[in-house]
């Protein structure tokens, strides 16, 4: 690597540092001192370590050990720009891979937080269908007691109209033996107390009209015997 002297013999000009080649890199924002920096502070030393040789060989001293001096100076240059190249890349090659990492863990969390949306509504739907359940199984219930009750008072309106439809069928049986006893058709629609109706006699059909408030019971229904003819 070739040396550059300034200007009258005013020592030696290092290379441009890395952080002037390198764009793109930024020093941590922690608070440790970065590698580049703490090179730099070397180069800077060694810079002014070289600046007091030269003038000590501007003087007349001993020649050899400075060139050695300067040889090593050169190669330590060296190894030190190798090392800032370095760092440089693997400053680079970190950023590099952070850069898809941190858009992993963006997309993990942004999945995430879609999970946690989906199992709120289905917690939330779970709730709302459990409490429709509930109120269906009540409503279930209540429907059911109704109708228990309905079936019930259906067996009872059907006792009584087979209690009611044998005694429709004994009073039929008695009005019809009563009418070919007596042969008497009865008016049912008149008002009480009057007694109405026609009396079908062997020759000819008498009408029947009796105030009962009027007579006795004894008197109404031996009237009504009398009509009947003795030969039926």
């Known amino acids: 690597m070739a040396r550059r002297w300034g200007r009258g013999g005013g020592g030696y000009v290092p290379p441009p540092r890395q952080s002037d080649r390198t764009s793109g890199w930024s020093a941590p924002e922690c608070g440790e001192r970065p590698p580049t920096a703490m090179m730099n502070e070397q180069m800077q030393e ?96 209540a429907l059911r007691r109704e109708l228990e ?30 009418y070919k006893i007596s042969r008497i058709d009865w008016d049912y629609e008149c008002e009480h107390p009057q007694i109405k109706g026609i009396h079908h006699g062997p020759a000819i059909a008498q009408p029947i009209s009796i105030d009962s408030s009027q007579h006795s019971t004894c008197f109404v229904s031996d009237y009504l015997w009398s009509l009947v003819d003795t030969a039926w």
Not at 150 to 165: I, K, N, S
């Open 46 to 141: 060694m810079e002014e370590v070289s600046k007091e040789l030269l003038k000590l060989l501007a003087a007349g001293g001993a020649g050899n050990l400075l060139k050695r001096s300067l040889d090593r100076q050169e190669k330590m240059f060296d190894k030190l720009l190798e090392t800032q190249l370095t760092a440089a890349q693997l400053v680079k090659d970190l950023l590099a891979t952070e850069e898809p990492v941190a858009r992993t863990l963006l997309a993990g969390e942004e999945e995430m937080q879609s999970s946690l949306q989906k199992v709120q509504a289905m917690d939330e739907a779970l709730r709302r269908a459990s409490e429709d359940d509930a109120s269906l199984r009540a409503d279930s219930s």
């Open 149 to 178: 009750e309905l079936r019930a008072e259906l067996g009872r309106l059907q006792d009584d109209m087979e209690d009611d439809a044998g005694m429709v069928h004994s009073a039929t049986y008695i009005a019809q033996l009563y």
